[in-house]
């Protein structure tokens, strides 16, 4: 299975959850400007551009979101909700990207629930 099919498996299945709210993190750099010319969709030139990035972070998962969950003793029956990042991968993929091994690992020194999915049961692995 490639990694959008996985992605999007992931998602419907934690997105299905009453205790999970996730969303897709496309992270990257667009230019904004006034459009000199005709719109050709192999190229383009803008007038007075700008950088913009989106998404959430340089390494941040492909799925943001996150899990209620119920705390103890002092805090019995109230409901939080922990930060949960998910970066998806083919089955052949390598986790190897440092910015994003380096997010998963920030997030899991906060208490956040984070980590890498080949399948359903991965992310099912992570937020349990």
Do not use: C
């Not at 299975?1 to 959850?17: A, C, D, F, P, Q």
């Not at 920030?106 to 099912?124: H, M, N, T, V, W």
């Amino acid at each position: 299975m490639n990694e959008n099919n996985i992605r999007n498996s992931v998602m419907k299945e934690l997105g299905g959850r009453p205790d999970v709210l996730i969303f897709r993190n496309n992270v990257g750099v667009g230019f904004q400007g006034k459009l000199v010319g005709k719109f050709d969709p192999e190229s383009i030139t803008l007038r007075f551009p700008r950088r913009i990035a989106f998404g959430l972070h340089v390494g941040s998962g492909d799925l943001i979101g996150m899990k209620q969950i119920t705390i103890t003793p002092d805090m019995i029956g109230k409901k939080v909700a922990a930060f949960l990042s998910v970066e998806t991968k083919s089955e052949t993929a390598p986790i190897n990207y440092e910015d994003q091994i380096n997010w998963a690992k920030q997030l899991k020194s906060f208490g956040a629930l984070a980590g890498f999915a080949r399948s359903i049961e991965d992310a099912l692995e992570i937020i349990a």
